[in-house]
């Protein structure tokens, strides 16, 4: 099972972190830290799996690995997962971002994190792998895209909210309130 999938970049900024079994934040961030120290000083001509490290179980997990231009790649699995299947899991992951943003970049995963997050859970959800076939993960993304557009969008939502808001029949707001002897003024609220 798939306990974690963590993508940093050169200089140990997460990118992209999901946890798919429970860890305080703190321990998290020190898991990230420990991770990157683990995988960022192996030499790029070495074996992309190693032990995990000593917060994330140790010898009980793996931490697999794929380094590609500024960005690591890092699925950390228990011990029945297999490691070039992992491999491959990384490399389709990383094909389809590049599909879908087209030469994907580490900006792709900080400016569009809600697309980066949907791909990543069509191919894995709750540590489990549920699509390999990067033509149905892209199909799916796609669809996606088209159920956007036809809504409007998510960035016109808030430009929706504002006129529905302007054109409600609200009933006049008082302007005056009486308590006993307390006059109180209520100022105009309408910006509009």
């Given amino acids: 099972m798939i306990k974690a999938i963590l993508i940093f970049n050169n200089h140990g900024k997460p990118r992209l972190i999901r946890f798919y079994q429970y860890f305080a934040e703190d321990l998290q961030q020190q898991i990230i830290r420990e991770t990157f120290h683990l995988v960022s000083k192996r030499d790029d001509n070495?074996?992309?799996f190693l032990e995990g490290g000593s917060l994330i179980g140790g010898s009980d997990y793996k931490l697999i690995y794929?380094?590609?231009a500024t960005l690591y790649f890092v699925f950390c699995v228990d011990s029945s997962e297999s490691e070039l299947g992992i491999l491959d899991l990384i490399q389709v992951f990383v094909e389809t971002l590049d599909k879908c943003f087209e030469n994907v970049c580490e900006l792709d995963l900080i400016f569009h994190m809600d697309k980066v997050h949907y791909i990543l859970q069509e191919v894995v959800m709750g540590g489990m792998v549920l699509e390999t076939n990067m033509n149905e993960i892209v199909g799916q993304v796609e669809l996606?895209?088209?159920m956007e557009k036809s809504e409007?969008?998510?960035s016109a939502a808030p430009a929706r909210a504002v006129s529905a808001v302007k054109n409600m029949n609200l009933p006049e707001i008082p302007r005056n309130i009486n308590i006993g002897d307390i006059n109180i003024k209520v100022p105009s609220l309408s910006p509009f």
Wanted: aromatic share 8%.
């Fill in 152 to 154: 409007g969008g998510l």
């Fill in 46 to 48: 070495v074996c992309n």
């Fill in 144 to 146: 996606q895209n088209r």
């Fill in 66 to 68: 794929r380094h590609y």
